[in-house]
């Protein structure tokens, strides 16, 4: 008995000593690397004999070093927003509209970059979403009911009136491109649409288009709004597809039509995009063919893109400066986008008596409530940037996953 006691005392005693011994060894590593970091740091010049010394002995932890310095500087440029000047801006664009001339079936891809211009924050920008949760600020959430079509919005309505543009491919769920006034068929909204709730228990699921932002009640995995079907009385969902979540939705999202699109495509033309989402959806790509049967790239966006050594063409300039450069360079006019004329009034529909108080986002006034309104409202300060409710429930998620890393 004696000697089972002593041989498990002794087996923890060794284990506790092992442990010891790693945890002195990581700190020694650590207080290397922190004297190495700080000899680097310093002028060649000021090197002491000692330093050279200390160098030499750990050339592992100094190509280490300098292996994670290249790659923050390198992360670092590619977060740089870079402009083409004015003369090589239009050089590039009036390249960009002899491809569309000749492109049979133009398939258009858009990020956050063309609603900024809306006052909607991208992603990545320098002042954008995940940039700013990176540094550690806290962003708040508002509605988008202010926020309207931009001029890239409506160009890209008017190159598809003009039958030059087959399909929009869009990651936005601001809903824009539908009040531009884009046909449903011709737009594959791949992460939902902010004014549409469904009942996905209904066969086929119902669609129900609001003029207000559905989603003030829902997050990542819990899609419910709080309103019910009116005839199955099931509860409905938004059709916002978070990160981390994979989009099953026939529409708004129609993958099916962005795939059948991609395949047909002989030029896709991204705006506004990072692509670092859209890269992982390989049906979009084509990049089972070979490099010279895949349709040709076009890329408009002012940070890098790990689809740059792809394209054709490259244009470094904001979309709504791009795209009022290649109207004209095709001879089209510029379309301004009309409230009278945006078609949710009439896709819209009302909610029942009951459910009027079932949300409390401002919703869409046609011009003549507006009007009203501007009338009869005191004068007010500078107003917030809009940003939708998908952003607000985006915020707390990834900060806490970012404290707990």
């Known amino acids: ?5 002593n041989s498990g005392s002794s087996a923890r005693a060794e284990r506790k000593e092992q442990e010891k011994a790693k945890i002195i060894q990581r700190e020694k590593q650590r207080q290397t690397i922190k ?4 000899i680097l740091q ?6 002491t004999q000692e330093d050279q010394s200390m160098l030499q002995s750990h050339q592992d932890t100094v190509q280490e070093l300098s292996r994670r310095q290249n790659r923050r500087h390198l992360l670092k440029r590619k977060q740089e927003e870079v402009f083409d000047d004015a003369e090589n801006l239009k050089t590039k664009v009036k390249q960009l509209a002899e491809a569309v001339q000749l492109a049979k079936h133009l398939v258009i891809y858009t990020g956050a970059g063309i609603s900024t211009a809306a006052s909607i924050p991208d992603y990545r920008g320098p002042n954008g979403v995940w940039t700013q949760l ?6 708040s959430s508002s509605d988008l009911s202010q926020a309207e079509p931009t001029l890239t919005h409506m160009c890209i309505w008017m190159l598809h009136k003009m039958k030059m543009v087959q399909h929009v491919v869009s990651q936005n769920c601001d809903g824009l491109h539908l009040r531009s006034g884009l046909p ?5 909204e791949l992460h939902g649409n902010m004014f549409i709730e469904v009942c996905d228990s209904c066969s086929p699921p119902r669609e129900f288009i609001r003029l207000f932002d559905v989603t003030e009640r829902t997050a ?7 309103r019910l079907c009116p005839y199955c009385r099931a509860e409905l969902r938004d059709t916002i597809v978070h990160f981390g979540e994979r989009g099953t939705l026939e529409q708004p999202l129609n993958w099916k039509g962005a795939a059948e699109a991609a395949q047909q495509a002989d030029l896709i033309l991204c705006l506004g995009s990072s692509l670092k989402v859209l890269k992982k959806y390989s049906c979009l790509w084509c990049m089972n063919r070979p490099a010279n049967k895949r349709p040709k790239l076009y890329i408009v966006n002012l940070q890098w893109t790990p689809k740059d050594n792809l394209a054709t063409l490259k244009i470094h300039g904001k979309c709504d400066a791009v795209m009022a450069l290649l109207m004209e360079e095709l001879a089209l006019e510029v379309p301004v986008y009309s409230r009278l004329q ?3 009034f009439s896709l819209a529909k009302p909610l029942s008596p009951q459910e009027q108080k079932s949300h409390t986002r401002k919703e869409i006034a046609p011009s ?3 009007e009203d309104v501007s009338q009869s409202a005191p004068p007010q300060g500078d107003s917030p940037a809009v940003q939708g409710g998908w952003f607000g429930r985006g915020y707390s998620k990834g900060r806490r996953k970012k404290k707990s890393s």
């Open 184 to 188: 449903r068929h011709a737009l594959s």
């Open 342 to 344: 945006d078609p949710i």
């Open 35 to 38: 004297t190495i970091s700080k």
């Open 134 to 139: 990176q540094k550690g600020r806290s962003v």
């Open 368 to 370: 003549s409530a507006l």
């Open 42 to 47: 310093k002028c060649e010049s000021e090197w």
């Open 1 to 5: 008995m004696d000697v089972h006691i």
């Open 220 to 226: 990542l995995h819990r899609h419910g709004t709080g």
